[in-house]
């Protein structure tokens, strides 16, 4: 006895597939287009990039998938319809939500519907097609303070304790394995002052997500002052 997996999507907390009885046929994950950072200082031939400040540009990606509806002819027209009705509440244009494609284990995309899913019965069968519209960026499942061997990418991870005790001044480095800079949630036991490229947070006992804090692409040193500990919380994201 065997299982076999089918290609799915998971979208808003709703399976295509266990959920919906949707069989996926066809899949686009489309690759943003990077944007042009740079521009020309007047009245001079010289040119800033913003890049070196806020890391590169991506407009937004789009995916596109395809779904098979078997037999809607066995159906009742009232059965086709309420099934229908639940897919386009499902699919509702315009909201945000956490999307992951069964391809593409351990990461998700955050993306919204774009417009309204095309819909059309062929020969007992219908076909659907979705577009989402997502941000650049995959973000990866795993937080990068969980030791989660499963998901490790031995080509691009580094394994690291990002929990550090603090008693007076230290230095601490981070690598951050993703393309793009991330803000880290910052959890802290005492009180512990953090210094990052020019910039300083002190951060009492807590969980602190909105800071000035933000690790750039690769290793990151950072001084830490004061009594306590911290924890460094985040995920990579990547093309």
């Known amino acids: 006895m065997y299982t076999v997996d089918v290609k799915s999507i998971y979208f808003d907390g709703v399976n295509s597939w266990t959920d919906f009885g949707l069989l996926l046929s ?19 031939n010289i040119y800033y ?49 956490k999307l992951s494609y069964s391809e593409i284990p351990f990461y998700y995309f955050i993306a919204e519907v774009q417009g309204d ?22 973000i990866h499942e795993v937080d990068e303070s969980d030791d989660i061997w499963d998901a490790f990418e031995f080509e ?11 008693s007076g001044t230290r230095e601490a480095k981070i690598y951050n394995a993703g393309n793009a ?10 009180n512990v002052t953090v210094e990052l490229n020019g910039l300083s947070e002190s951060l009492g006992a807590g969980t602190h997500e909105q800071t000035k804090i933000v690790l750039s692409r690769g290793w990151n040193k950072l001084k830490l002052n004061g009594s306590g500990t911290i924890r460094f919380s985040f995920s990579k994201e990547v093309l």
């Open 181 to 190: 800079r991330v803000s880290p949630k910052l959890i802290v036991t005492g």
């Open 26 to 44: 066809s899949a686009e994950i489309g690759y943003p287009k990077k944007n042009k950072a740079r521009i020309q200082i007047p009245n001079s």
């Open 117 to 138: 899913y095309e819909y059309a019965e062929e020969n007992g069968y219908a076909l659907l097609k979705v577009k989402f519209v997502c941000y650049p960026y995959k």
């Open 49 to 97: 990039d913003y890049a070196e400040l806020f890391g590169d540009l991506y407009e937004e990606r789009m995916l596109e998938f395809e779904f098979i509806i078997a037999r809607p002819d066995a159906m009742t027209i009232e059965e086709l319809e309420y099934k229908r009705s639940q897919i386009a509440n499902w699919l509702e244009p315009g909201i945000k939500h």
């Open 156 to 166: 691009n991870d580094i394994a690291q304790d990002l929990t550090f005790e603090v």
